[in-house]
Every structure is written in C-alpha cells, then in structure tokens.
C-alpha cells in the first residue's frame, strides 16, 4: 500500500465514522422530540407551547452548527477519537505479544510497570503515519470536500470497509489476548 493509499483510506474511514454518527444523532434528536415535545404540548399551556416551539427551532440550529462543524465539532472530534481507538488495536496485538514474551521469559523478576509500557512502543509508533496522513494540518477536511462529491455506491462500499476495520480491531485485540495466555501457558 502506497503512502497516498493508505492516507486515502484512512480519511475514507474517518469520513465514514463522521456519517455515521451524525445518522446516529439524527434518529436520537428525532426519537427524543417524538417523546417530548408532544408531552411538552398536552402539558402546558398556549404561551408557553409557542415559546418553546421558537427555542426548539432556535437551539436545532445552533446544536446542528456545533455538532456537525467540520474543523472542531463535537461528531468530527468524536470520530477522530473513535478512529485512534479502533487503529490502536492493531498494533496493540504486537504489544500484547511482547507482554507475553516478557512476562514467559522474565517470570520471577517481573515488573509489571513494563507491561503497560511494551504494548504502549508499537501503538506509539504506529500513531505517527496515522497522525501525518490525517490529523496534521487538518488533511481531513480536504477529503472530506472531496468524499462529498462521491457517488452512493462508494459510500456504501467504504462504510462497509469502515465497519469491517472496527470489527478487524476487535478481533486483532481478542487473538492478541489469546495470544498472550498461548505464550504464558506453554512450557
């Protein structure tokens, strides 16, 4: 995979995460209203019912502004944190198995502040190219213009790839685990 690849990919699936998550705000607020705002009808009366309805169209604007802004609202940074997340776990499976082999091989003297710090070298390492292919100079928001010119069937192909690298991370930290215990247990 070439450097321009995997930087593509990784903002793809970034940009993914952002969709998502802004689909997922939608259907709560849409949930939310469908409950209270009813309720709030039937149990006030015709001023206040008109008050409330112009701070509901008020506050929509203003929380969609601050949840959807690209640069530093609320959807993009928790997209940011959840794709550092998931990219973690894979090399975490390295450290996993370093742990082990630390742990097999230096049994009586182990200190167990090297165990937090194995695992922590290869996730350490591995953040650089994700942080010089999507988070230096804001390289996202210049995909992001360029993903919202793509056609459906992209989109759904590269969600696709989005979930699948979650579930990837998942499945990578839980053979790492097993990983670990087959080092540990054999003799």
């Given amino acids: 995979m070439t450097k321009e690849q995997f930087e593509y990919s990784l903002n793809a699936i970034l940009y993914c995460m952002w969709l998502i998550g802004l689909k997922q705000n939608t259907t709560s607020i849409n949930r939310f209203k469908a409950i ?3 309720l709030t009808d039937f149990l006030t009366t015709k001023n206040y019912k008109k008050k409330f309805h112009e701070r509901l169209k008020k506050g929509e604007k203003e929380f969609e502004a601050f949840y959807q802004e690209k640069n530093n609202g609320f959807q993009i940074s928790r ?3 959840y794709l550092g997340f998931f990219y973690s776990m894979y090399p975490l499976y390295i450290g996993l198995i370093l742990g082990g082999i630390y742990i097999r091989f230096m049994y009586p003297d182990v200190n167990p502040i090297w165990f937090l ?3 922590a070298i290869p996730i350490g390492i591995a953040f650089l190219p994700l ?4 988070y230096s100079h804001d390289k996202y928001i210049g995909y992001f213009k360029r993903f919202e010119k793509e056609n459906e069937q992209w989109l759904k192909k590269w969600k696709l790839r989005t979930i699948l690298f979650c579930i990837g991370g998942i499945l990578i ?3 790492g685990i097993l990983t670990l215990f087959a080092i540990l247990l054999t003799s």
């Fill in 173 to 175: 930290d839980i053979l």
């Fill in 79 to 81: 997209s940011i944190h």
């Fill in 131 to 134: 942080n010089k292919a999507v």
């Fill in 117 to 119: 710090i194995l695992p």
């Fill in 36 to 38: 209270f705002v009813p």
